[in-house]
Nanobody, 115 residues
Framework: QVQPVEFGGGSVKAGGSLRLSCAADKYSACTYPSAWYRQAPGKEREFVANIANDGTTSYADSVKARFTISRDNPKNRLSLQMNGLEPDDTAMYYC?????????WGQGTQVPVSS
């Protein structure tokens, strides 16, 4: 399927860590999964991190120095290592890739962070 699949979410206490993963089938019309976004309850979806084809990464200021994005190209798998989690990181986390030039989202994985 073209839709990526996220996993690895779960409840965690503030200060804890989680590693999210995103698996995607390879299609010639689709890019590697390349970005993570998140959506907190009652808020709009926001950018978290991105990794370009050359490996260059970028992060939202709110997660810089705490989160690390990486990708295994042969496996077409994207990861997000999240350390020092805070209650404000509570959200549904989504993986993104482009298929036929259009944004293709996964179903998301929930990350509740308790204080």
């Amino acid at each position: 399927q073209v839709q990526p699949v996220e996993f690895g979410g779960g409840s965690v206490k503030a200060g804890g860590s989680l590693r999210l993963s995103c698996a995607a089938d390879k299609y010639s019309a689709c890019t590697y999964p390349s970005a993570w976004y998140r959506q907190a309850p009652g808020k709009e979806r926001e950018f978290v991190a991105n990794i370009a084809n050359d490996g260059t990464t970028s992060y939202a200021d709110s997660v810089k120095a705490r989160f690390t994005i990486s990708r295994d190209n042969p496996k077409n798998r994207l990861s997000l290592q999240m350390n020092g989690l805070e209650p404000d990181d509570t959200a549904m986390y989504y993986c993104l890739r482009l298929c036929w030039g259009r944004d293709t989202w996964g179903q998301g994985t929930q990350v509740p962070v308790s204080s």
